[in-house]
């Protein structure tokens, strides 16, 4: 990226209680327009789409402006696309499990997604184009705040292999699943800080598809058919209660592609195919040509 078309770490809440600490993003900006009639001396720049982007690692580890060790592997450097596609692009923290369980992870997305609407004209941002994308457990975070709206409604929805239905989410596993949500101490069970089968309900209340409506947001659905930590099915499943509710869904299956789209000849095809699947949509949904 350009220098100075970046800021790193820029506070957008603070979390509560002993031993609060800022919540932090980083925020991606494009180049200003390019030279034309709009943008003669004095002439206002063209208000851009946004996306809020949170990160994978099954709630547990990672961190912003990081798709996952395999995904940023492969070079394609998401953020500069999405960039040069026109948007602006800011990838947030949130609390992991083993600091605060479900739903603060739910509320430090939402206040992302707010911070990002209030600070709109200071970015160039227009505040009715802010879209939510995540991967994996981000992807989760991103549907959930997709679904749910309110002051932090997003104008719609792109998630990477993300965990839909808790609930289901251990019988949908592939047989050579690496992780399994109902296995003891699962990534999904420090999630909501419970045994999934002892309290169902609680499970529930942090699965997207309990939120599904005719309000749902477009959403793009994209996974991998041999992903062994979040089985495709969790796509799948949250798809068939969108178009059931009347909303609108793609749903991309790429097939072989591993989590982090890892294939078994080590190529970047699928994390790519991913990529251009979501840039696409983002820019029909935004009205970039």
Known sequence: MTEGRVLKGVEFARTDGPGSRPLLLDLYLPEPAGSGAENRPGAAEPLRPAIVHFHGGGWRVGARSSLGPVTDGFGLTPFVVLTEAGFVVASADYRLSA????????????????????????????????????????????????????????????????????????????????????????????????????????????????????HAPPFLLVHGTADRFVPAAQSETLAAELEKAGAAVELLLLDGADHMWSLPDGSPAAAAKALAATVSFLRRQSGIP
């Open 99 to 214: 600091e605060a369980v479900y739903p603060a992870q739910l509320h430090d997305a939402q206040a992302a997604v707010r911070w990002l609407r209030v600070h709109a004209a200071s970015y160039g941002v227009d505040p009715n184009r802010i879209y939510a994308w995540g991967d994996s457990a981000g992807g989760h975070l991103a549907s959930l705040v997709g679904l749910i709206g309110g002051d932090s409604r997003v104008a719609a929805v792109a998630a990477w292999y993300p965990p839909t239905d808790l609930n289901r989410m251990g019988e949908q596993a592939l047989p050579d699943a690496v992780a399994r949500a109902s296995d003891p101490g699962s990534r999904e069970e420090q999630l909501i800080g419970t045994v999934l089968a002892e309290e169902p309900q609680k499970a529930a209340a942090a699965s997207p598809v309990s939120y599904v409506g005719p």
